[in-house]
């Protein structure tokens, strides 16, 4: 297989997209994981693949990967691959844009090896340039370029790719969690007169004491800045949790056979689902392969899918027109980890 490779030194383990476990028929239970990203620690689960053997374009050198761990959270943006007419725009990068391959629009970015193979990350070679120029460094999978390869001082980008984790209090968006020791408290004052609206910009500090005082009356300033709740600690909900309430209470309702209906939550404007076909199949053919291999497991597979269709969990879905959106639910069977012989 033809694929691109990520090389990241900061990640401990190497990592490959469920395609590529799907495109070697790699079957076997998911088992969990810890990721430690930017946006916090999120508990995995995926499959594992071992004795892979990755070459160079050339083939000269083969080397044993590491256990590969399945991983759909790694980059894939192909605008980072570089290619020999980027590499002539620099004249210390010329002699070595015949090494760089060019740009296979069929390979797909399947690979993460991180520094438990140490080899790859090893610089064989290396072509500076001036300071602030991109440089080359010959790995021993090939050449790689660090840097941008733009020669303008400036350029409106065509995408912007963000990771927003937090929202300070001014408004920016950070990787950094908000520190829970600093508090923010805003109280919004009316104060009016007998004649017309309050204007901060007419009165002086002294005339805006004396309103104030004499406005406020029984209910002072300060009595329920610091006043405590049961809910004070409670999280509170987000946007997005918000809009979800609202969302089932407007449109959440009881049918003639007496069941609840709700809909599903997308986003508004609702994005169109991609039709994710060819995904699902794979995934498809490759658990009738297994259920062949296990009868037992097919018996119980198909004494659940009976069960569901039964109790009218699930119909067949009509057929599809020309354009039609569509999407798949991939298949795939799970046994309990307390009930065994049970899917």
Same mark, same amino acid.
């Given at each position: 297989?033809?694929?691109?490779?990520?090389?990241?030194?900061?990640?401990?383990?190497?990592?490959?997209?469920?395609?590529?476990?799907?495109?070697?028929?790699?079957?076997?239970?998911?088992?969990?994981?810890?990721?430690?990203?930017?946006?916090?620690?999120?508990?995995?689960?995926?499959?594992?693949?071992?004795?892979?053997?990755?070459?160079?374009?050339?083939?000269?050198?083969?080397?044993?990967?590491?256990?590969?761990?399945?991983?759909?959270?790694?980059?894939?943006?192909?605008?980072?691959?570089?290619?020999?007419?980027?590499?002539?725009?620099?004249?210390?990068?010329?002699?070595?844009?015949?090494?760089?391959?060019?740009?296979?629009?069929?390979?797909?970015?399947?690979?993460?090896?991180?520094?438990?193979?140490?080899r790859v990350h090893k610089v064989r070679d290396q072509h500076n340039g001036p300071n602030n120029a991109p440089y080359a460094q010959r790995l021993d999978l090939g050449w790689v370029?660090?840097?941008?390869?733009?020669?303008?001082?400036?350029?409106?980008?065509?995408?912007?790719?963000?990771?927003?984790?937090?929202?300070?209090?001014?408004?920016?968006?950070?990787?950094?969690?908000?520190?829970?020791?600093?508090?923010?408290?805003?109280?919004?004052?009316?104060?009016?007169?007998?004649?017309?609206?309050?204007?901060?910009?007419?009165?002086?500090?002294?005339?805006?004491?004396?309103?104030?005082?004499?406005? +406020?009356?029984?209910? $002072? #300033?300060?009595?329920?800045?610091?006043? &405590?709740? @049961?809910?004070?600690?409670?999280?509170?909900?987000?946007?997005?949790?918000?809009?979800?309430?609202?969302?089932?209470?407007?449109?959440?309702?009881?049918?003639?056979?007496?069941?609840?209906?709700?809909?599903?939550?997308?986003?508004?404007?609702?994005?169109?689902?991609?039709?994710?076909?060819?995904?699902?199949? +794979?995934?498809?053919? $490759? #658990?009738?392969?297994?259920?062949?291999? &296990?009868? @037992?497991?097919?018996s119980h597979f198909l004494a659940f899918m009976q069960k569901i269709f039964d109790q009218d969990h699930a119909e067949l879905a009509p057929p599809l027109q020309d354009g039609e959106?569509?999407?798949?639910?991939?298949?795939?069977?799970?046994?309990?980890?307390?009930?065994?012989?049970?899917?």
């Open positions: 297989m033809r694929v691109y490779a990520v090389l990241d030194d900061q990640s401990n383990r190497s990592l490959a997209q469920s395609e590529f476990f799907d495109l070697f028929n790699l079957e076997g239970a998911d088992s969990p994981y810890t990721l430690r990203t930017c946006a916090g620690v999120t508990e995995m689960s995926g499959r594992r693949g071992a004795g892979f053997i990755a070459q160079p374009l050339d083939g000269h050198l083969s080397m044993l990967l590491p256990t590969l761990i399945e991983c759909n959270h790694m980059p894939d943006d192909r605008s980072e691959i570089h290619t020999p007419e980027a590499a002539k725009h620099h004249s210390h990068r010329k002699p070595i844009a015949h090494l760089i391959p060019e740009l296979d629009p069929e390979a797909q970015i399947l690979l993460l090896l991180g520094r438990d193979v140490l370029i660090v840097g941008e390869v733009c020669l303008g001082a400036a350029h409106k980008p065509k995408g912007v790719s963000t990771y927003r984790t937090n929202v300070l209090e001014n408004g920016r968006h950070s990787y950094f969690s908000p520190c829970p020791n600093h508090l923010v408290l805003k109280e919004k004052l009316i104060v009016r007169t007998a004649t017309k609206p309050f204007r901060s910009q007419s009165l002086q500090q002294s005339h805006f004491s004396d309103s104030l005082v004499q406005n +406020t009356g029984d209910c $002072s #300033l300060g009595s329920r800045i610091f006043e &405590k709740t @049961e809910e004070d600690n409670k999280v509170a909900l987000s946007i997005e949790d918000r809009q979800f309430i609202q969302l089932m209470d407007k449109e959440m309702f009881i049918d003639d056979a007496n069941s609840w209906v709700a809909p599903l939550p997308f986003h508004t404007p609702r994005p169109r689902l991609p039709n994710n076909r060819e995904q699902a199949l +794979t995934r498809f053919t $490759s #658990l009738c392969r297994t259920l062949e291999r &296990k009868p @037992e497991m097919k959106e569509c999407w798949y639910l991939p298949s795939f069977s799970v046994y309990h980890p307390r009930k065994p012989g049970q899917i």
